[in-house]
């Protein structure tokens, strides 16, 4: 069965004619749409991250990306998971005294890879943080991940104000409490901040 068909018995079965006028070309545009939703089959996240730089003078701190776009589909219910991510690392110094540093657009590229598959959240973050960490072999890794499931919100217990919190700590992120919670300061992970931000995710997915 092709997968256009498989759409057209889909829309038998929940009562639909799928023969009707506005539904004829709903198997295709549908098609097209799954493949866009789970896009990073295609993708390696491995291969994003290769491309690193070292032209960064001394800088051997912390280095964090904020508020990145997270989209994703529950593998359970098949339904959007939307929220937002952050991800941190410390750089760790090679040899020749210098540090090693990935470019900015490739750590939302990245994630993105990894989220536009068939997920659970907890594995997703744990996927970043691997692959930060495999590719880039810092001193840490710090991955959060904050966001609204529609398998939740639109149905079942219809919880719309639910968000769910993941987190994978890897390096001194997980062996030093000072490291974790400069992460969580610099990231705005808490007070007010981490309101807006939970009230902003929940808007995005339910609103």
């Known amino acids: 069965m092709?997968?256009?068909?498989?759409?057209?018995?889909?829309?038998?079965?929940?009562?639909?004619?799928?023969?009707?006028?506005?539904?004829?070309?709903?198997?295709?545009?549908?098609?097209?749409?799954?493949?866009?939703?789970?896009?990073?089959?295609?993708?390696?996240?491995a291969k994003i991250l290769t491309r690193?730089?070292?032209?960064?003078?001394d800088y051997d701190q912390m280095i964090i990306v904020r508020d990145i776009r997270v989209e994703s589909t529950c593998e359970h219910h098949l339904a959007p998971i939307i929220g937002?991510?952050?991800?941190?690392?410390?750089p760790r110094q090679g040899e020749d005294g210098k540090v090693s540093v990935v470019g900015l657009s490739k750590i939302p590229r990245a994630v993105e890879a990894l989220a536009k598959r068939l997920q659970?959240?907890?594995?997703?973050?744990?996927?970043?943080?691997?692959?930060?960490?495999?590719?880039l072999d810092p001193l840490g890794v710090a991955v959060v991940i904050r966001a609204t499931h529609h398998c939740m919100c639109?149905?079942?217990?219809?919880?719309?104000?639910?968000?769910?919190?993941?987190?994978?700590?890897?390096?001194?992120?997980?062996?030093?409490?000072?490291?974790r919670a400069e992460f969580e300061r610099a990231a705005q992970l808490t007070n007010n901040l981490r309101e807006r931000a939970l009230l902003l995710a929940r808007a995005q997915a339910c609103g």
């Open 2 to 45: 092709n997968p256009e068909e498989a759409i057209r018995v889909l829309l038998r079965h929940i009562g639909e004619d799928p023969d009707r006028e506005g539904l004829r070309d709903t198997p295709a545009r549908a098609v097209k749409a799954w493949l866009e939703w789970t896009r990073g089959y295609a993708e390696d996240p």
């Open 52 to 57: 690193t730089f070292g032209d960064v003078g």
């Open 84 to 90: 937002s991510a952050w991800v941190g690392y410390i």
């Open 120 to 135: 659970v959240q907890e594995r997703l973050t744990a996927q970043v943080a691997n692959a930060i960490e495999a590719a």
């Open 154 to 179: 639109t149905r079942g217990v219809h919880q719309t104000s639910a968000a769910m919190t993941t987190s994978a700590m890897r390096g001194v992120f997980r062996t030093e409490a000072e490291a």
